[in-house]
């Protein structure tokens, strides 16, 4: 079976001004566009295929005992039946999957010792959010304390966002098919 990390982020939501403050004055190491393809998983589960650059990514996100199971690798192009995910699928006894529809964010990424700041613009469905996530590079180490200072230069406090990418695809898709 393909081997899984376990994520630790934090993440919230943000009004499109307070986006357009912090971008103003982050001075980003990298920015990034991406187009995450979103297919139908099993209960407590994500899973997308995101290209960067002509890049393809698969992920899978398991929520099991408090703690997500990420599986992420690359593969070669835009493909769900990829014999890596196949196997991944069959070993974890989830059905195959279908695809749902897209999301577009542009990322601007701000790197730490410890973690990755993302801020990003997500486009989908007709509608448009924006999020910072602060995620940890070790899930051992918990590093709040870059996120909080990083807030407070901006006098903002943190407001824990429990709705991932994926769940707000989910809704959104919902309203529009209603």
């Known amino acids: ?18 986006f357009k403050m912090i971008i103003s004055g982050l001075n980003p190491d990298t920015v990034t566009r991406q187009n995450n393809f979103y297919y139908t998983a099993s209960h ?11 890049h393809y990514y698969y992920t899978l996100k398991h929520y099991i ?39 577009f964010t542009t990322r601007y990424i701000k790197e730490y010792p410890l ?11 007709g509608k448009i959010d924006y999020e910072l996530e602060y995620e940890l590079k070790d899930a051992t180490q918990d590093d709040y304390k870059t996120l909080e200072e990083f807030l407070k230069t901006y006098n903002l406090s943190y407001i824990v966002n429990t709705n991932t990418k ?5 809704d959104r898709l919902k309203e529009v098919k209603e």
């Open 166 to 170: 994926y769940k707000r695809f989910k």
């Open 44 to 54: 407590n589960m994500g899973m997308r295929i995101r290209e960067i650059d002509q």
């Open 115 to 125: 973690g990755t700041l993302c801020l990003d613009e997500n486009d989908y469905l």
């Open 65 to 103: 005992n408090g703690e997500v199971r990420e599986y992420e690798w690359e593969i070669p192009d835009n493909n769900i039946d990829d014999p890596s995910i196949t196997n991944l699928l069959n070993e974890l006894h989830i059905d195959h999957p279908v695809y749902m529809g897209s999301l």
């Open 1 to 18: 079976m393909k081997n899984y990390q376990i994520e630790k982020e934090y993440k919230m939501m943000l009004e499109e001004s307070k």
